[in-house]
């Protein structure tokens, strides 16, 4: 399965991945996943915002045991994140059909649409409208780069924009979902295990600075009659930095727009878009206050005009503390428990659906990149775990 996958969507010049919503590298990793459920027999069926389903037993028997995750990227992602959690959900079914296992509640796997963000602006698109965190209003006035808005682009892909929504039948129907995941960061690798389990994710959201300035010829305009929202973007940077460092917190500009965009001109507008997580809703508040507030000082001193706008906020998830405990019991009570900084579809539904997470040990830490990687042994530990957690929630 994992060599099936590795091609789609790959950048020959990075080596990293571009499976954006509604493209034609995601069309294929959706065929990819309904070939998988077909080949095993599995129903599938794609719900009314674009998630994709395989279950075994009755979808509608309630008490669902379901696994899965995400197989979209981010711009050059590595190829763990997302993908590792629908490939190993597959392989620990096949590895309890190998075991005899029998199953005494429907089990499911599923592939969340638009995890990432990466083309549209706003994360977990997929399962935020199900859970009814997304309007349908909302998720129309989503736009990416080209202007092609969330229902075109749907369209286009062949999916019905128009039955997009809240999806609460399907949700109370499931019991538990068990998220697994490459970790991002090296926790795991520090202490010495190759599977952890998931206590909360950090409040975490994405702001948007708009910096106005003035458009003018960069080799006439003296610098003392500039109005340059380039300098003032740059001294935010560096502050987001200092008040993240300050407060034990992360705080990241990764994304840059600029007009005119002209090497030999000063921009009129840029625009950068701020990521902050914080280990609890105080912190984050105080970090990104104090960003906003240096970005006023400077931009007030460099004769620019200031908007923020708040794009996305996810508060503090704290994962179902019961299921989190049958899960830590069902792997023999000595799998390291640990909070991260990323979200997940798992956190999305939380509010809805008791969920929980599990982490396979990623040696360098890095995410959303190419150099994104998990040993073998680790991933088949990781299918391991996934098999006996739905062995214990599913077979009981």
Not at 48 to 58: C, M
Not at 72 to 78: A, E, F, Q, R, T
Not at 98 to 121: L, M, Q, S, Y
Not at 267 to 285: N, Y
Request: proline share 5%; aromatic share 8%; glycine share 10%.
């Amino acid at each position: 399965m994992w060599a099936d996958l590795a091609p789609v969507g790959r950048n020959p010049d990075t080596n990293g991945y571009r499976r954006f919503a509604w493209s034609g590298a995601d069309a294929d990793c959706r065929t990819w996943f309904q070939e998988q459920a077909e080949a095993r027999g599995l129903t599938y069926e794609t719900d009314r915002n674009g998630n994709q389903w395989a279950w075994l037993g009755d979808p509608t028997a309630g008490d669902a045991v379901v696994a899965g995750s995400h197989l979209d990227s981010v711009p050059d992602g590595g190829a763990f994140d997302g993908p590792l959690g629908v490939v190993s959900a597959f392989a620990a079914l096949d590895e309890l059909r190998r075991r005899g296992a029998e199953f005494t509640k429907p089990v499911a796997i599923t592939n969340f649409g638009d995890e990432e963000g990466a083309r549209f602006g706003l994360a977990c698109v997929g399962s935020r409208l199900t859970a009814g965190q997304l309007t349908k209003e909302k998720a129309y006035e989503l736009r990416d780069a080209d202007g092609i808005s969330l229902p075109e682009a749907m369209e286009a892909a062949g999916y019905d924009p128009d039955a997009i929504g809240p999806d609460h039948e399907r949700l109370a129907r499931i019991g538990a979902f068990v998220e697994l995941h490459v970790e991002q960061g090296r926790a795991l690798d520090l202490s010495g295990d190759a599977v952890g389990l998931a206590s909360a994710i950090w409040p975490h959201g994405r702001w948007r600075f708009d910096f106005h300035g003035e458009a003018n010829h960069a080799g006439t305009t003296r610098l003392v009659d500039r109005r340059d929202p380039m300098l003032t973007y740059a001294e935010t940077v560096v502050a987001a930095r200092r008040e993240a460092e300050l407060a034990g917190a992360v705080a990241t500009f990764g994304k840059i727009s600029v007009e005119p965009n002209g090497v030999n001109a000063i921009p009129s507008l840029v625009r950068g878009w701020l990521d902050s997580r914080a280990a609890d809703q105080a912190t984050l508040d105080t970090v990104v206050a104090a960003i906003e507030q240096a970005a006023k000082e400077h931009a007030q001193r460099d004769g620019v005009d200031l908007a923020v706008v708040r794009e996305s906020f996810t508060p503090v998830v704290e994962f179902a503390h019961a299921l989190r405990d049958e899960l830590n019991r069902i792997l023999g009570g000595k799998v390291p428990v640990l909070g991260t900084g990323a979200g997940h579809d798992a956190g999305i539904l939380s509010g809805s659906v008791p969920t929980a997470m599990l982490f396979v040990r990623n040696p360098t830490g890095v995410s959303h990149s190419p150099a994104e990687y998990a040993a073998e042994d680790d991933c088949v530990a990781g299918v391991l775990a996934l098999a006996d957690v739905l062995e214990g929630l599913a077979c009981r």
